[in-house]
């Protein structure tokens, strides 16, 4: 259901700002009438977004990063050599035991 914010005058004559969930605007009216409450906004709140910034990235490799790609700034290479040659050092390269068969005790 979605989240309606809304604004309003009680009995009293007081602001009263809240939000709750509601069908639709209708309803939000309805409610707001049956609490006797003259209606002075009401909008559909904005949804939330939850991303999350930095939760895979480690400091050590923005550093990494941000030194490499000052180095290849500072000698001309174009942008996007620039670019693949970082993401090339970025991967992950595979463990030295991964294409060798497992016969020795470091490999295990």
């Not at 009438?33 to 923005?62: C, H, L, S, W, Y």
């Not at 670019?83 to 970025?90: F, G, I, L, P």
Request: glycine share 4%; proline share 6%.
């Amino acid at each position: 259901m979605p989240v309606f914010e809304y604004t309003a005058r009680n009995v009293k004559g007081e602001i009263v700002q809240n939000k709750g969930e509601f069908a639709t605007r209708d309803d939000v009216l309805a409610h707001l009438r049956k609490n006797r409450m003259v209606v002075v906004q009401v909008r559909e709140a904005p949804r939330a977004f939850k991303i999350k910034f930095g939760a895979g990235i480690k400091t050590r490799d923005v550093v990494i990063f941000t030194r490499q790609f000052a180095t290849m700034i500072n000698a001309g290479l174009p942008l996007v050599q620039r670019w693949s040659t970082t993401s090339k050092a970025a991967t992950p390269s595979p463990t030295p035991c991964a294409s060798t068969p497992r016969r020795s005790a470091t490999c295990t």
